[in-house]
């Protein structure tokens, strides 16, 4: 089976910075996109970052310019560094990993997610 395992969510003043890992264990071949989704109380699920397995990074116009996507294939781990934090950047923050897992000498693609970790901004 595979997991993905976020830690460090947390509370934090309006123009500071948290830093999120997820690290993804288990039956791995390899791991195409790792990214990050978020979900505001009352708000639909929205991407916030995406990287591929080159480091080809994506993000969206709310977090430009302040959030930082990175990994590390080697450890099969993403961080996100989050930088002059806003209120509205408060959410749920959902690790996400599409990558090729190994089942029984069968290969199998699919998209996992983390257990989700919150990320409080106060103003």
């Known amino acids: 089976q595979v997991q993905l395992v976020e830690s460090g969510g947390g509370l934090v003043q309006a123009g500071g910075s948290l830093r999120l890992s997820c690290a993804a264990s288990?039956?791995?071949?390899?791991?195409?996109?790792m990214g990050w989704y978020r979900q505001a109380p009352g708000k639909q699920r929205e991407l916030a970052t995406t990287i591929t397995s080159t480091g080809s990074t994506s993000y969206a116009n709310s977090v430009k310019g302040r959030f930082t996507i990175s990994r590390d294939n080697t450890k099969n781990t993403v961080w996100l560094q989050m930088s002059n934090l806003k209120p509205e950047d408060t959410a749920v923050y959902y690790c996400?990993?599409?990558?090729?897992?190994?089942?029984?000498?069968?290969?199998?693609?699919?998209?996992?997610w983390g257990q989700g970790t919150q990320v409080t901004v106060s103003s």
């Open positions: 288990g039956s791995i071949r390899s791991i195409n996109a």
């Open positions: 996400y990993a599409r990558l090729v897992r190994s089942s029984g000498g069968t290969y199998f693609t699919n998209d996992y």
